[in-house]
T-cell receptor
């Protein structure tokens, strides 16, 4: 079972913001990651954040990290139909292996 | 190469057969990882190599699973005497450095179906 937990589904209207939440367990995780999986495709790295940061912004993506609560979130601004996918949160364990959540399926409706 | 490649992309086999899954990492990447992803779940760590040395095989489910990377580049994950519960997506990833902060880049995966 996963030590990383995510909500399973999110439905959002095109043009709105999406927020995907994740909680993790290993307080020594150096990096936390967000990956995107589209149907029939591999896992694509979206962004990552170093554990001593609170926030990272990358174009439409904003990552917020609350290390005290072990809570990570990914905000996608101006969500588009191409953002429909499964989003995985992952934490680094022992500085090399990744522990993934079960994924959040994001559906963008017109 | 441009990215991590895996072959075959799909493999259907009968229970009891052996299968070999291949991973070709990004050129020059030192570290290579294998993960297994069941339907509706996130990937789970299987094993990891630095160059040709297998550093951690704690995620391999049992002794039917083995992996090698003899020349520090291409890796093969072998499953002997396959069982239906082995059916999953097997994903390979590589990173440029000796683990630590390096980002793992994933291949497209091999979908294994054991009948």
């Amino acid at each position: 079972g996963e030590d990383v937990e995510q909500s399973l589904f999110l439905s959002v209207r095109e043009g709105d913001s999406s927020v995907i939440n994740c909680t993790y367990t290993d307080s020594s995780s150096t990096y936390l990651y967000w990956y995107k999986q589209e149907p029939g495709a591999g896992l694509q790295l979206l962004t990552y954040i170093f554990s001593n940061m609170d926030m990272k912004q990358d174009q439409r993506l904003t990552v917020l990290l609350n290390k005290k609560d072990k809570h990570l979130s990914l905000r996608i601004a101006d969500t588009q139909t191409g953002d429909s996918a499964i989003y995985f949160c992952a934490e680094s364990i022992d500085d090399y292996k990744l522990s993934f959540g079960a994924g959040t399926t994001v559906t963008v409706r017109a | 190469g441009a990215g991590v490649s895996q072959s075959p992309r799909y493999k259907v086999t009968k229970r009891g057969q052996d299968v070999a899954l291949r991973c070709d990492p990004i050129s020059g990447h030192v570290s290579l990882y294998w993960y297994r992803q069941a339907l509706g779940q996130g990937p789970e760590f299987l094993t990891y190599f630095n160059y040709e040395a297998q550093q951690d095989k704690s995620g391999l489910p049992n002794d039917r699973f083995s992996a090698e990377r003899p020349e520090g580049s291409i890796s093969t994950l072998t499953i002997q005497r396959t069982e239906q519960r082995d059916s999953a997506m097997y994903r390979c990833a590589s990173s440029s450095g000796l683990a630590g902060a390096d980002t793992q880049y994933f291949g497209p995966g091999t979908r294994l179906t054991v009948l």
